[in-house]
């Protein structure tokens, strides 16, 4: 018995030294750990921190009687109104910096200015000059004091343009020009910024019971979408620019908005219920994006959507990925914007809201409220 237990101690003991050798020798030693990771579900994660939208700040901007956009990620531009702004200076073109709260005056314009449009990149605007003479369509640089013409239109004739709107890349401008002496014959303009030229299509066998009310051109100058105006509903046409003239398509989709193209092949729209539509042009596949939407507005990278909803008293952001939006997340509560503006690198927000309100000794006059506001995400 006392053999046995020798034997057992003796065992024990070789044991807790080898045991300590093992441990020794690891302590010694730095361990690394290899993980080997699935790729879909590291792409999910990086999509997650990339489409997060947390709110930074918050700022509210000074009164404007007409915004612009964003000349930078750091400018505004529009006609803002102080308590003692004069005719004349309601006539400037102002740039607002942060931290956003007076207006610098960068351009002033004549009152016979209209319809400014700024391109999506900031750097110019096109707007209608009218005069005894004539009708003219300008193209201003906000980066110099160049002023180009692009097209014009004798004042003898009654001709008159509709609807001037830039490509996504600020490379073409596009308008409608309709001539009631011709019973309403409509041509579109394209302008190439590139290249400097102007051409004209005529719009042919249209039906008579649809007038073009709007066109937007894709990033390559090939592709068009047409508003029409069919009764009190409106429509989508789609048409390609060929040679001299415009194919139109015979496929129509009816919208609540003008059509908003998200690359060459694809665009969106608010269609019958206030659906947020995408349309696959390569094989005319509707797809859902979002259901009861009042105002939306795309990045100029198109990765991006802000938005608002007919129920709900807030602003959201997302992000477009396929025909999906992820990670949408309220960023700003008990507003209803009427217009939304992303920065060009998409750091920065700006959302106009116009509030309708009744006084209380007379319920059917309305007065208007106005708020713009910079939201900057982390």
């Known amino acids: 018995m006392i053999m046995k237990n020798k034997q057992f101690i003796i065992l024990s003991g070789v044991l807790l030294l080898f045991l300590i050798f093992v441990f020794s020798y690891n302590a010694g030693k730095k361990s690394e750990t290899i993980i080997i990771p699935d790729k879909e579900e590291s792409h999910v994660d990086n999509d997650r ?20 956009g964003w000349s930078s990620s750091n400018f505004i531009v529009g006609f803002f109104k102080g308590d003692g702004t004069t005719e004349h200076e309601a006539h400037d073109l102002q740039r607002l910096s942060f931290p956003f709260e007076k207006p610098e005056t960068m351009k002033s314009f004549d009152s016979d200015t209209a319809n400014l449009k700024m391109s999506p990149d900031g750097k110019s605007l096109v707007g209608l000059t009218m005069s005894s003479d004539e009708t003219s369509l300008h193209l201003l640089s906000l980066t110099n004091r160049n002023n180009k013409k692009i097209a ?42 590139d290249s400097g030229t102007l051409k004209t299509y005529p719009l042919m066998n249209l039906d008579e019971k649809e007038s073009p009310t709007a066109a937007a051109i894709s990033d390559n100058g090939r592709s068009l979408l047409f508003t029409m105006l069919h009764g009190q509903q409106y429509r989508i046409m789609m048409g390609t620019i060929s040679s001299d003239s415009i194919t139109i398509q015979n496929k129509r989709q009816n919208s609540y908005g003008e059509p908003v193209w998200l690359n060459n092949d694809k665009f969106v729209f608010l269609g019958t219920g206030e659906t947020l539509y995408e349309y696959d042009l390569r094989n005319s596949e509707l797809s859902v994006l979002l259901e009861n939407v009042a105002v939306f507005k795309i990045s100029n990278d198109r990765k991006k959507i802000a ?15 396929g025909k999906n939006i992820l990670y949408a997340e309220p960023i700003y509560h008990g507003t209803n914007p009427s217009e939304i503006y992303w920065s060009p690198d998409g750091s920065n927000l700006l959302v106009y809201e116009q509030n309708q309100y009744s006084t209380m000794e007379n319920s059917s006059a309305r007065f208007f409220d106005d708020h713009s506001y910079i939201i900057t995400f982390k």
């Open 307 to 321: 938005y608002s909803l007919y129920d709900k008293d807030n602003t959201y952001a997302g992000k477009l990925q």
């Open 49 to 68: 921190n990339s489409g997060s939208f947390q709110v930074k700040k918050i700022y509210r901007l000074p009164k404007a009687d007409q915004l612009l």
């Open 152 to 193: 014009s239109f004798p004042s003898s004739k009654d001709a008159y343009v509709q609807d001037v709107s830039w490509s996504n890349n600020s490379k073409y401008i596009c308008y409608l020009v309709i001539d009631p002496a011709k019973n309403g014959q409509t041509a579109v303009n394209v302008f190439n910024i």
